[in-house]
């Protein structure tokens, strides 16, 4: 089954963007009902801010394409916002607003962050039209419970061209960070935002995505 359907909502004039993003949210058993609901309004409230738009705006194409998808346990995967082409703070407000509404696609699943990694670059590979920079944004509370360990598919994904990064959710895990740093990150300027609780999650989020939208990489 093809990973972007027919209706695709892409906006896109051009063909070229400063970066395809894909940000891929746990959604597995660790992650309860008013944590979803944070991480949810975290993500649309740090993609409408002045800080992002900023950083958006200055790479040579001041546009973006980002894709959000859930994951869980093995097979657990599915794209709830498809590829979409950002350009400045109305465009950013729209996409906020669609996240603020999508529904939650697996509950009580196990938390397969490999899986999570093949399906995301596979989808990046399939992405609408050409970006200078390639990035897997994987958000997690957890570590790797079930398929291959992590590493395999990073060091794959890293040898495509992709760049691994993480936002660590450490309220259960308070080493969680280092895992993300010995097991998931990769490639130029990879780099993981750390949240200490749920609560936390936008402005981890809103650091996160100015970081990864600025057209160098730190």
């Known amino acids: 089954m093809a990973l972007i359907s027919n209706n695709t909502q892409t906006n896109s004039q051009s063909s070229e963007t400063d970066l395809s993003l894909v940000i891929a949210l746990d959604v597995s058993y660790s992650v309860d009902v008013a944590e979803y609901d944070l991480m949810r309004i975290g993500l649309a409230s740090a993609l409408d801010t002045d800080a992002v738009e900023k950083a958006l705006l200055t790479g040579l194409h001041g ?6 998808v859930q994951w869980s346990g093995f097979q657990e995967q599915a794209i709830k916002i498809e590829w979409t082409l ?13 996240i603020r509404t999508i529904a939650r696609r697996y509950r009580g699943g196990a938390t397969d962050i490999s899986g999570a990694l093949q399906y995301c670059r596979e989808l990046i590979q399939s992405a609408p039209g050409q970006s200078s920079r390639q990035v897997i944004d994987l958000v997690a509370d957890g570590t790797n419970n079930v398929n291959f360990p992590p590493g395999f598919e990073r060091d794959i994904t890293v040898a495509a061209g992709i760049t691994i990064n993480g936002l660590a959710i450490t309220n259960d895990v308070s080493d969680l960070v280092d895992y993300f ?8 300027g990879a780099f993981v935002e750390a949240a200490a609780e749920y609560t936390d999650f936008e402005l981890a989020m809103r650091r996160k995505l100015v970081r990864e939208m600025q057209s160098y990489v730190s």
């Open 181 to 188: 740093l010995s097991n998931i990150i990769g490639g130029p």
């Open 63 to 68: 546009a973006i394409q980002i894709c959000v």
């Open 86 to 98: 950002v350009r400045n703070r109305a465009e950013l407000s729209a996409l906020a607003s669609r």
